[in-house]
């Protein structure tokens, strides 16, 4: 990751900010704080990056990957629950909730979400599937996308040649936090498994 944002510079942010929020698992904790990091001349002994260019590429990359898993779910989802619900453990039933959700807290949800890890992701679809109001989404997604792409070049700016050990530390603690997010992914799983399995089962000893 930090090698071809090194490498590649403005591009690698660009593809990165896209990638992630159109629903990849990409840490742009790492992205973003390396970047800010290289905004500085303690890195290197010259500033690779405007501080105020990777917040701006961050901000729009993100909205750019949004706006593509919005329209995903607003077009598609549910013909891919009805052709494959089954098999990605989603009914209509938890559109349908979706949709109320969106309906009372979509906004909120929306900017929350867009500086929550994982979740500002993941964020999108739902909101497209809910038909949640184009503009309204886009706005909300700029200003959290970029407060959460300022927070995290501002850290990585702030820690300058001090990153990489920053970057250490983020890791230390980032193992136990995934181990306990992977132990409740998979309890859902499980659990997902066994509600989708009893939605669909009438269906097939009907057929």
């Not at 969106?102 to 500086?115: C, D, H, M, P, T």
């Not at 066994?194 to 009907?206: C, D, E, G, L, M």
Request: proline share 3%.
């Amino acid at each position: 990751m930090q090698s071809f944002v090194q490498n590649y510079g403005y591009f690698a942010l660009v593809v990165l900010s896209i990638v992630e929020s159109a629903c990849a698992p990409i840490p742009s904790e790492v992205t973003f704080g390396f970047a800010g990091a290289f905004c500085t001349v303690a890195v290197g002994g010259e500033a690779h990056f405007n501080i105020g260019l990777v917040i701006l590429i961050g901000t729009l990359g993100s909205l750019v990957g949004s706006i593509i898993a919005y329209e995903v779910g607003r077009t598609a989802g549910r013909t891919i629950v009805d052709r494959w619900g089954k098999w990605i453990l989603l009914t209509h039933k938890d559109l349908d909730a979706a949709e109320r959700w969106f309906a009372k807290y979509g906004s909120i949800s929306v900017l929350i979400g867009r500086v929550l890890p994982v979740v500002r992701s993941a964020i999108s679809v739902p909101a497209g599937i809910a038909e949640m109001k184009r503009g309204r989404f886009m706005v909300l997604t700029v200003i959290g996308s970029a407060a959460w792409v300022s927070l995290l070049t501002g850290l990585g700016y702030a820690a300058g040649s001090n990153w990489k050990n920053v970057s250490k530390d983020f890791h230390m603690f980032q193992t136990p936090t995934i181990i306990v997010l992977v132990l409740l992914l998979a309890w859902g799983f499980w659990h997902r498994l066994r509600t989708v399995r009893r939605h669909y089962a009438p269906k097939h000893r009907a057929n």
